[in-house]
Structure formats: C-alpha cells, structure tokens
C-alpha cells in the first residue's frame, strides 16, 4: 500500500510539472519596468559588438549609455519560489565532463550572448542543471521546469535577477507549439 502511495504522489508530481503553463518573460518584469521598456526609442547596433567585433570583456554586460530599464534589477516579489515553467534560449557557462550544460543563462530570445544590448537582468534566468544537458547550438529552444527564485546574480558574462535549480530541462519540440 505505501508503494502506491508513493507511485501515486510521484505520478501526480510528474503531471502537475506537465500541466504547468507557461510563464511569459513580461511577469517578471514590474509593470513600472514593462511602460518604461514599451516608451524606450529603438536600440541601435552601430557598436564594434554589432558588428561581431568584441573589444569588452564581459560578454552580456550592458554597455554604458542605453536606457535605465535595459539595467534593470527590479523584480517581481510574487515570482520567488513560484514553480514555473518558461521558454527561452541558452547562454552557456558550465559544462561537465560529457560537455553537457550544467550551468546557463536562460533569456528570452535567441543569440543574446552576440547580439547588443542583452536583455535587462530581470529577463534572465541562470539556470543550474547538474544532471546536464547537451546543447547543439545557442538557437535551440528550451523549457525550464523549476522553482524561481529572486536571487541576484552577477559573473563576468552578465547579470542576471534570477535563478532556479531546475528540476527539468529538454529541448523545445514541434508538438509543444
């Protein structure tokens, strides 16, 4: 009997994971953030960056000059250890001894590790994954299942407002959409 319980609890775990509906990048942004990134003037991409030209170490950090929101630290309160699960791209930092991915960026459009401005650290996750997961290129789609948590966190690559010890990463594919 303790044995179907169990089975039945991990059974119903793994469904409520399935059922969890996707959470849209704009909630963990404040609605004070999300007018102010609405009302920004369009960015340019005439910098050495722009151009695949790195000249600053750093990567994702923000270049000097862009709008307050595009720095933006501010979060969503009601977010912190909500279970979630989000869509988006990886920015690779770790990898283990196979060359899986234990360690990445999540953020919310492909090629932001290359592309200038990245998004403002409220719009990216780092996701800690130690059972791995191989990542053929920084275009492939992802879904993170786990627990959020507002937590700040700052490395040579970027910033970021947020991170989860993600229960599940795979691979978004066709019969998702």
Not at 106 to 124: D, E, K, R, S
Request: hydrophobic content about 40%; charged content about 25%; glycine content about 6%.
């Amino acid at each position: 009997m303790r044995r179907l319980l169990f089975i039945a609890l991990a059974l119903c775990s793994s469904l409520a994971h399935a059922q969890l509906p996707e959470t849209d990048w704009l909630t963990l942004m404040p609605k004070s953030d999300q007018k102010a990134l609405e009302a920004m003037p369009e960015i340019t991409h005439n910098t050495p960056e722009g151009d695949g030209n790195f000249t600053h170490k750093g990567g994702l950090k923000q270049s000097k000059g862009l709008a307050p929101v595009m720095y933006s630290t501010k979060t969503v309160p009601e977010m912190d250890g909500k279970e979630i699960r989000i869509g988006g791209y990886p920015v690779p930092l770790e990898t283990d001894a196979k060359g899986r991915a234990t360690s990445f960026f999540l953020v919310p459009y492909p090629g932001a590790c290359i592309h200038v401005p990245p998004p403002p650290p409220n719009q990216m996750i780092l996701i800690r994954y130690p059972k791995g997961l191989k990542l053929d290129d920084i275009y492939t789609p992802l879904w993170a299942i786990g627990k959020l948590k507002v937590e700040k966190v700052s490395n040579d690559m970027a910033d970021a407002a947020y991170a989860m010890d993600a229960e599940k990463v795979r691979v978004v594919v066709e019969s998702d959409l």
